[in-house]
């Protein structure tokens, strides 16, 4: 079965292009390194729950969406040698001066990799 990264941030609301375009540059790179499947989804129905809920899982403020994404890989293999790729390449260095800033705030990114166990329909 696939292998799937799973990523949940908070996005300033007023800058949802610029999120969206930060997104459409730098996910094809996923897909370069063997990733099948890259999924970037606005917050649209996304309640606040009493005990937990994904706006507390990212410290998210009034101004900001929560947004969930995901990779898909073919399996674990893959993945890690895909991004042990992606953490060497230049292009993903924020460093880099031909990358533009960052329009969120990645301390509060939650993120992790997860072993699919099931899927419906069966692909």
């Keep these: 079965m696939a292998y ?8 300033p609301a007023a800058r949802r ?10 996910d094809p790179l996923f897909l370069e390194v063997g990733a099948t499947r890259v999924v970037e989804a606005w917050g649209d129905d996304v309640p606040h729950g009493k005990l ?8 998210a403020t ?6 969930f994404s995901w990779v ?18 230049p292009r993903m260095d924020p460093a880099n001066p031909d990358n533009p800033p960052v329009p969120f705030d990645g301390k509060r ?9 099931l899927e419906l329909p069966k692909a």
């Design 4 to 11: 799937i990264d799973g990523f949940v941030i908070a996005a």
């Design 17 to 26: 292009q610029e999120v969206v375009d930060y997104a459409a540059r730098f």
């Design 52 to 59: 937990t809920d994904f706006h507390r899982a990212v410290a």
């Design 62 to 67: 009034e101004d900001e969406v929560v947004m």
């Design 72 to 89: 898909e890989w073919p399996d674990k293999a893959t993945r890690d040698a895909g991004m042990a790729r992606l953490m060497q390449d």
């Design 109 to 117: 990114m939650i993120f992790g990799g997860f072993e699919m166990v």
